[in-house]
């Protein structure tokens, strides 16, 4: 598996974790904890930010490694929904039109997905998590990154990173506790109890400490971030903590009305402890701080746990300890990204998502050349009209519940058949998007993994003596190496086809085969390639859910066509002059085809004897 980056981008500093996933738990690969420049000035920042990116982005190549980024937690929204016990399709719909009643915006303006938490007790109702964040600010937050040439294949939002980290980093969570990350601008809690857990975004942070520091010394906002990081030496520190003092009682206001928010919900929360992460939980005397003003226990996370995670022995343990507080995040979003995260939800635009499915199936290589088609015909907008498509259906469809219950059915069968023809089409839309994961899925199985293995001893020799039988066997191997059996899989064009007013692929294929000169014709190689990859892919593609075709009639649908074979040097097949490099020879063929799916079925007739019955 390749690695994965976590990279928080947050308004104090760039802190990023790269991750691997080994046999023995995630091991921590590297880390990066990149500050900005200290000032109090928001139009700066952008700047900031792209001199950290460039920075990082000049000491690590990111390659095929999974980017996992975090949307701020104020910019996100989070509802917590009980829903009767259904099963896990159904689940989706139901949370689908709950998603459109919960989101204060239209559904086509936000990116959202869903977690459904552990069930207390089975057969119980069900509890889901919905997550959204206005699509425009992703998309925003996305080209920022796209211009330093990072294109994340994860996005989530911050607070889920934290949850995601500290249940990762092991410890009980059967006592409800308050995780607090205190940042520069914003402070993420959320509370962990049991199976349950709330977020919720504070306004008061770090700088907030800071700025009342400069006031009331009258020292300018980077004179006061120095004073405050130092207070511990400071003989002033008492003077300097009572001027600290009402920001942190404001802070403790807004975390007394958030838990007493979320008891109002769940009566029976009851807070047993307070968790800190963020660097602005360095501050000195704030645990002690917390504990009196809360009367329960308050720690900061001073490790990480054996069992959790593993340290790459380049990593820099000091560097580590010291910046840990702030690592939290990427941490959380790298745990994602391997797979392990407790709360997966993945705001990416559903192109980005699809490019890092066909990330994790293919070579980074072919991945490429694949996702230059996405833009074809998956495009973002493409699928949020068709999103809201189906919500207007699905919305028609329960309206049209409660009117066939009181309407003569007759009337109420034939509406019914038109909201199901159009949910079908757009439910074949949603498949659509798999088709040509499936396809490469299959595509895939049907390219030869190896390169061809010893052929066996026929069976007179394997009675004969031993060196006759290596002769052979290195004979074999020879000749296997003149004419090598790999088939190489040069290029994947794909474009949209309209298959009986359906949405279908045209795919196109390049293959190249080398062979043995003078003993084997090109025709016979064409033959071999058709006999056994292309016939091999055709019958992996002629089940369910494929449907195969070439011509423009429905009636030649199951078959593909394979060129004429092209003899050229090297593996481009432009590349014809290099006979006397050494260049491999090469047969080169097309094979082109179109898969879509079968066309809908046609509602069937009411049965004779049901029309207007009950
Ligand atoms: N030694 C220290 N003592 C007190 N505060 C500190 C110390 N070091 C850093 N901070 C504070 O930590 C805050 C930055 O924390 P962090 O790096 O977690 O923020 P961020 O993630 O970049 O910001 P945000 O979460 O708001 O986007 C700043 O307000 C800074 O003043
Ligand atoms: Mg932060």
């Known amino acids: 598996m390749a690695s994965v980056w976590g990279i928080d981008i947050g308004k104090a500093a760039l802190k990023a974790v790269k991750l691997r996933r080994t046999r023995e738990g995630l091991e921590i690969q ?49 509802r917590f929904i009980q829903l009767p016990p259904v099963d896990r399709s159904k689940l989706a719909v ?26 207390e007790e ?33 996005v989530t939002i911050v607070p889920l990173a934290i949850y995601n980290f500290v249940r990762h980093n092991g410890g009980e969570f059967d006592e409800a506790t308050v995780i607090l990350d205190i940042g520069a601008e914003h402070t993420d809690l959320v509370i962990v109890d049991g199976e349950r857990f709330w977020i919720r975004n504070l306004r008061i942070a770090g700088n907030d400490i800071t700025k009342a520091l400069a006031e009331r010394f ?14 511990s030496k400071s003989p002033q520190a008492r003077k300097i903590f009572s001027a600290m003092k009402p920001v942190l009682k404001d ?33 000195k005397n704030l645990t002690k701080f917390f504990k009196e003003e809360l009367g329960y226990p308050v720690t900061r996370v001073q490790r990480l746990e054996e069992e959790s995670f593993i340290i790459d022995p380049d990593v820099d343990l000091d560097v580590l300890k010291k910046h840990l507080l702030g690592l939290a995040v990427p941490l959380g979003l790298a745990v994602q990204g391997a797979g392990e995260a407790r709360c997966a939800v993945n705001l990416a635009p559903q192109t980005l998502q699809l490019q890092a ?7 980074l ?53 038109k909201e199901e023809k159009a949910a079908r089409e757009l439910a074949a839309l949603g498949e659509g998007r798999l088709l040509m994961l499936d396809f490469l899925d299959a595509l895939g199985q049907e390219l030869p993994k190896e390169n061809g293995a010893l052929t066996p001893l026929p069976a007179d020799l394997r009675r004969g003596p031993v060196n006759k039988q290596i002769d052979y066997l290195l004979e074999q191997e020879a000749r296997r190496k003149k004419n090598d059996r790999r088939l190489w899989l040069l290029d994947l064009d794909v474009g949209t086809v309209s298959m009986d007013e359906r949405r279908g692929y045209k795919v196109v294929l390049t293959v190249a085969k080398s062979y043995d000169r003078g003993n084997v014709e090109p025709s016979a ?18 089940d369910a859910p494929f449907y195969v075709r070439t011509g423009p009639s429905a009636s030649e649908y199951g078959d593909m066509t394979v060129s004429t074979p092209q003899i050229a040097y090297g593996l481009n097949p432009a590349n014809r002059e290099d006979r006397d490099t050494g260049a491999l020879e090469c047969v080169f063929v097309t094979v082109s085809f179109e898969i879509g799916f079968p066309p809908p079925e046609a509602p069937k007739p009411p049965a004779e004897g049901e029309e207007g019955g009950e």
């Open 357 to 363: 499915q066909l990330k994790a199936k293919l070579p």
């Open 365 to 417: 290589a072919l991945a490429t050349v694949v996702c230059s088609w996405l833009a074809l015909g998956l495009s973002y907008s493409y699928w949020t009209s068709n999103r809201d498509a189906l919500g207007r259906t699905l919305k028609s469809i329960k309206k049209l519940n409660a009117y066939q219950a009181i309407q003569a059915e007759a009337e109420g069968l034939k509406d019914f058949a």
């Open 218 to 231: 009258k020292i300018p906002f980077a004179e006061a971030e120095k004073l405050k990081r130092s207070s």
């Open 30 to 78: 590297a880390i990066e904890h990149i500050p900005y420049p200290i000032e109090d000035d928001e139009d700066e920042r952008q700047e900031h930010v792209n001199d950290a990116l460039r920075s990082f982005l000049s000491k690590h190549r990111i390659g095929s490694d999974t980017v996992v980024v975090g949307i701020p937690g104020q910019h996100a929204l989070s």
């Open 122 to 154: 089975p057969g119980g109702e069900v509890e889901v998590g919905i997550f959204a964040t206005r699509s425009e600010l992703i998309d925003g937050f996305l080209a920022d990154m796209q211009e330093h040439g990072l294109q994340p294949d994860i």
């Open 251 to 283: 802070l403790l206001g807004e975390i007394h009305r958030s838990v007493g928010f979320f008891k109002s919900q769940a009566e029976d929360l009851d807070v047993k402890r307070m968790i800190l992460l963020g660097d602005g939980a360095k501050l």
């Open 94 to 119: 139901m949370v689908r039109m709950e998603a459109q009643q919960q989101i204060p915006f239209p559904i086509s303006e936000v990116n959202w997905d869903f977690v459904q938490l552990p069930q």
């Open 525 to 542: 190689v064409r033959e071999e390639i058709k006999a056994s990859f292309v016939a091999g892919l055709r019958s992996r593609l002629t």
